[in-house]
């Protein structure tokens, strides 16, 4: 079973950059669709972004325009490039495939975007 680990979020000032990096074991990573995805305080989860095993990128409005999502194949890396951060951005961010799975949700990386 591949498991995902998520690293990389902070405390980030209004309009700083952050970049969340998740690590995937398991040879069979190349071959599925990628996405991170936040969960706001005292909101549900959501979907931020996806990165098909090609490449190709969807984002959610929220983030368009801001957010770079990318892989690398041969490391088994999902990255996820964060500007102009917003106070808005603020959450927990999740690694998980697309569609998620429910095994393959981990702890993730918490993103504060503060003055």
């Known amino acids: 079973q591949v498991q995902l680990v998520e690293s990389g979020g902070g405390l980030v000032q209004p309009g700083g950059s952050l970049r969340l990096s998740c690590a995937a074991s398991g040879s069979i990573f190349s071959r599925d669709h990628m996405g991170w995805y936040r969960r706001a305080p005292g909101k549900q989860r959501g979907w931020v972004a996806t990165?098909?095993?090609?490449?190709?990128?969807n984002y959610a409005d929220s983030v368009k325009g801001r957010f770079t999502l990318s892989r690398d194949n041969a490391k088994n890396m999902v990255y996820l490039q964060m500007n102009s951060l917003k106070l808005e951005d603020t959450g927990v961010y999740y690694c998980?495939?697309?569609?998620?799975?429910?095994?393959?949700w981990g702890q993730g990386t918490q993103v504060t975007v503060s003055s």
């Open positions: 990165i098909s095993r090609d490449g190709g990128t």
């Open positions: 998980n495939f697309v569609p998620p799975r429910v095994a393959n």
